[in-house]
């Protein structure tokens, strides 16, 4: 079965400073990698997701997310943080095992701090 | 378009009650699907249903029931409540596929003493 390994429960930035969440997968077949980000008490927004037609995966809110095979990463990135950035990020990979190719398989997040 | 829409977003319950956890969705989407979420275990998947009428188990079913009558709705039950179903619950749906994202419910924050 597919899963997700995010590094880092707890990431802090200074405001301006770049921002990287890690996220590796493990897939037995080409994988559909998706980004969510949650604000407090509320539910996921999709940040960007990459489906195979470019590496490089621009998103909202001027994140971005480099696909890497030889890796087997989808680290996220930004280039400058800023306060309104602070919130819970999700990496998620698209769950086929059983047949099923509705599922999403979740890793267990990256709380980003954002730091003045 | 209100997306997925979720009842009620508060509820306490005591152990041993019951009571149905509601989502409806108005973006005509056959795919639709409960979460819970708990701290430092991220996303979890508890049922799914890919039509109306179809419905599967996910990684945490028990103590759960769901049924898809229409394609709009998937409540979920809770026949005899625990503490450890303590969570937020989250409804997401999408129009199937690999490539299609999910869209969220605002949640449901469950507490049961």
């Known amino acids: 079965a597919q899963s997700v390994t995010q590094l880092g429960s707890h990431v802090s930035v200074s405001e301006g400073a770049l921002v990287l969440l890690r996220c590796n997968y493990s897939?037995?077949?080409?994988?559909?990698l998706f980004w969510y980000v949650q604000y407090p008490n509320q539910g996921l927004q999709l940040l960007l997701k990459y489906t195979s037609a470019a590496t490089l995966v621009k998103g909202i809110n001027g994140f971005e997310a480099e696909f890497k095979k030889s890796e087997t990463s989808f680290h996220l990135t930004k280039p400058s943080a800023h306060m309104s950035d602070a919130a819970e990020y999700f990496c998620?990979?698209?769950?086929?095992?059983?047949?099923?190719?509705?599922?999403?398989?979740f890793g267990k997040g990256t709380l980003l701090t954002v730091n003045p | 378009n209100a997306g997925v829409t979720q009842t009620p977003k508060f509820q306490v319950l005591k152990t041993g009650q019951s009571m149905t956890l509601q989502c409806a969705q108005d973006m005509n989407h056959e795919y639709m699907s409960w979460y819970r979420q708990d701290p430092g275990m991220g996303l979890r998947l508890i049922h799914y249903?890919?039509?109306?009428?179809?419905?599967d188990q996910g990684e945490v079913p028990n103590g759960y029931n769901v049924s898809r009558s229409t394609t709009e709705d998937f409540p979920l039950r809770l026949l005899s409540a625990a503490p450890s179903q303590t969570s937020v619950y989250f409804c997401?749906?999408?129009?199937?596929?690999?490539?299609?994202?999910?869209?969220f419910g605002n949640g449901t924050r469950l507490t049961v003493t």
């Open positions: 897939s037995s077949v080409p994988p559909y």
């Open positions: 249903s890919v039509g109306a009428g179809i419905t």
């Open positions: 997401a749906s999408s129009y199937g596929g690999q490539n299609s994202p999910l869209h």
């Open positions: 998620a990979v698209s769950d086929i095992s059983g047949g099923s190719n509705y599922k999403l398989t």
